[in-house]
């Protein structure tokens, strides 16, 4: 059986990319955020195998949104999507606790990582 995925991105573009990604590989995607906020709550009621979290939204960041999630469930697995600073973002989300880090014109990794994590 495929894993359960919860893609996190205020872009609506972004998640239907993200969705299509996911669903090519027999991943399910179980629900779709659009800030942290929702994806905190939606991970504690959806539960998901793992989480593609964008970094930069409105209301509330994804490694802010990453902290409260591991902090709810240490074993969370959380893979970062993003275009900003991979050098720099890509250390910071390690340090955090995720699976990884992904430059959104390479999407198509978040597959592996989500599959080995």
């Known amino acids: ?4 995925v919860l893609i996190v991105d205020d872009s609506s573009i972004m998640r239907k990319m993200v969705r299509k990604t996911l669903e ?6 179980v629900g779709e955020a659009k ?7 939606l991970y504690q009621s959806l539960k998901p195998d793992a989480v ?8 509330m960041d994804g490694f ?13 697995k959380i893979v970062f999507l993003s275009n900003l600073d ?3 973002y890509s250390e910071d989300a390690k340090q955090l606790g995720a699976i990884g880090y992904v430059n959104k014109h390479r999407s198509a990794e978040i597959l592996t990582l989500i599959e080995k994590g």
């Open 64 to 76: 802010t949104a990453a902290k409260e999630i591991l902090a709810i469930d240490p074993k969370a």
């Open 35 to 41: 800030s942290g906020r929702e994806a905190i709550e």
């Open 86 to 88: 991979e050098d720099k």
């Open 24 to 29: 090519s590989q027999a991943m399910t995607v």
């Open 1 to 4: 059986m495929g894993k359960r």
């Open 52 to 59: 593609t979290m964008d970094i930069t939204m409105r209301e």
